[in-house]
């Protein structure tokens, strides 16, 4: 019945696809260059983001609005490297503790103030500091601390000295992270005075920046303009003066936005039209250091009752029926790798190699590279999760069913985008082979990171792209303290459904933050990993790559491995 299904939706698809390109002629062209006198630029990334502020801004969307209008000590360049950005030269001591950074002359905010070392002192001082609420602030670790537990970071003049805990091949990646990012002083506290509201200053259009946009105008919902700053330190390299996002989750509303020529750029592409456009010249695909995997909070109501053991068992069970080899080819359709573990291949170790190189990964065993099969056998799925399950007490009925009298029911929430319908629908498949009620609950992109972060969604989709090129960055989402730690895992740990002795992982991530041993550090990124992959709380389901749409007369947007997009050094070419 289930191939039936899909074979079904499969015939529907292609049946809808050609109603949809006869009628619009969406996937074989619509406006494939803009209309731009060169000086506008016409965007859509998404829906409203949910902080400006770059030390609050934990999204991929409001990270890209934050790389484009502020600027740290250093930047990523179109190759991908960290390169100098405020930074005129620096200096690292012998043991590769003491940074000292010396800022380029004449540095200046949007409005003309001078921006000096006493602006990152303040700005990295309060993303450090709990009360600030930033979802990145465990960055900050890499940093020493006083007894009062503030970083060591003090400012001279033109000079920004900071002390590291430990040596860190990737620090020089953090200081070109949105959470790094300065920002000033002034406008900041007389916004929020009280200090119970950190984002507010930047809340409106109008906010002070260094980077190389301010924020004219912004309609909530709606759109944003953004226009060329004059004190960006790079600004004679700025050639477009105005960026004009549209904000919008509707991939459907955006992609025919970009075919009528009211796009330039247009980040999403409705599910079911992603195969034919991967045929016209104004289609881009990136790889991109990151995964899509499925979040179970393990404090839900779900798990309510039950031990770590029969908890971590439920979601094991409903881990190994997914077909994720389906998920890929007919859902991404864009090449996407089928993940078996939570790091993604092509991660740099932080000592010379990839953490995943073949002849070194062996985990869990020897025999393997990952924690889930890459080739899918539904038979053999269900026969496996129906014994997992049965070994903590569930019973079936006669047809491979649960029975009434051990169901397993629970909403998975996902934000409004077809993709990610696609694959719940999938999922809600899989899961129903065995009797598993699973109910697909939609919000809107704010309010559904909201509730994921604060634990009101039982099981949700998620993801989560490298903030830099080291393993680090996706394990350290989960130590118990994580604003990023969308599972909950141990936030409560006289909770008997939590995964047991979750203060071990995070003396492991402390270890790997702390270690001058690279070797040894590696070894416990590795033990790291196989203590998340053995609460099945975060289940992969595949390595990223970013697709968007670009008019093939703008040049000079470039992305990074990280889903970062830089638009300021573009140049849209005049039409021949």
Request: glycine residues 6%.
């Amino acid at each position: 019945m289930k191939q039936f299904k899909r074979i079904l939706c499969a015939v529907l698809a292609v049946l809808m696809l050609a109603l949809t390109l006869s009628a619009c002629n969406g996937a074989t062209g619509g406006k494939l260059t803009s209309d731009s006198d060169g000086s506008v630029l016409k965007i859509n990334l998404a829906s409203e983001p949910d902080y400006l502020d770059p030390a609050l801004s934990s999204a991929v969307d409001s990270g890209t609005l934050a790389t484009n209008s502020f600027v740290g000590l250093f930047t990523t360049d179109s190759k991908g490297k960290i390169v100098p950005a405020l930074v005129d030269k620096y200096e690292v001591s012998p043991d590769g503790l003491l940074y000292t950074f010396h800022l380029k002359k004449g540095l200046r905010w949007s409005d003309g103030s001078p921006l000096t070392a006493a602006d990152f002192e303040y700005s990295w001082k309060r993303a450090a500091d709990p009360n600030t609420g930033a979802v990145y602030s465990y960055l900050y670790d890499a940093l020493a601390r006083d007894k009062k537990g503030v970083i060591d970071a003090k400012a001279k003049g033109n000079v920004f000295r900071v002390r590291l805990a430990a040596p860190c091949a990737y620090f020089l990646s953090l200081c070109a992270f949105p959470t790094f990012y300065p920002v000033p002083k002034k406008a900041v506290e007389k916004a929020d005075p009280e200090r119970n509201n950190p984002g507010k200053w930047c809340s409106e259009a109008g906010f002070i920046t260094d980077g190389a946009y301010t924020l004219k105008e912004w309609k909530h919902n709606e759109s944003m303009i953004y226009e060329k700053n004059p004190y960006f330190y790079n600004a004679d390299k700025v050639k477009v003066k105005e960026l004009q996002f549209m904000l919008s989750a509707d991939s459907s509303a955006a992609y025919s936005a970009y075919n009528a020529g009211d796009l330039d750029f247009c980040d999403s592409i409705p599910n079911d039209l992603v195969a034919a456009v991967q045929k016209r010249p104004d289609f881009f695909k990136q790889d991109t250091l990151g995964t899509y995997y499925i979040a179970f909070n393990v404090d839900s109501d779900l798990f309510k009752g039950m031990s770590a053991e029969k908890a971590t068992a439920v979601r094991h069970a409903l881990s190994v029926l997914i077909d994720r080899e389906y998920i890929v080819k007919n859902i991404g359709q864009t090449g996407q790798e089928i993940a078996t573990s939570f790091v993604p291949p092509g991660m740099s170790d932080g000592n010379g190699k990839i953490f995943k190189s073949n002849d070194e990964y062996d985990y869990p065993d020897k025999e393997s590279v990952g924690f889930f099969p890459a080739k899918y056998n539904a038979a053999a799925a269900k026969k496996e999760a129906i014994s997992i399950l049965k070994g903590v007490g569930y019973r079936f009925t006669a047809d491979g069913k649960l029975s009434p009298s051990t169901p397993i029911s629970f909403d998975y929430a996902i934000n409004s985008d077809t993709g990610h319908q696609a694959i719940a629908e999938a999922l809600q498949s899989d899961w129903g082979q065995i009797g598993v009620r699973c109910r697909i609950r939609t919000e809107e992109w704010n309010t559904f990171l909201a509730d994921r972060r604060a634990g009101k969604l039982a099981v949700s989709r998620d993801g989560w792209v490298a903030d830099f090129d080291d393993p680090i960055t996706m394990l350290d989402l989960f130590t118990s303290d994580s604003l990023n730690n969308d599972c909950l895992i141990g936030r409560d740990p006289i909770n008997p459904a939590e995964p047991r002795n979750w203060g071990d992982y995070d003396k492991l991530i402390a270890q790997a933050k702390s270690t001058n041993d690279m070797a040894e550090r590696v070894k416990i990124l590795h033990e790291a990993e196989a203590m998340v992959m053995s609460t099945y709380a975060a289940v992969p389901i595949y390595f990223y790559n970013d697709v968007y749409l670009c008019k093939t007369n703008v040049k000079g947007i470039y992305c990074t491995p990280f889903n970062m997009k830089f638009f300021m050094y573009s140049r849209i070419n005049p039409v021949k």
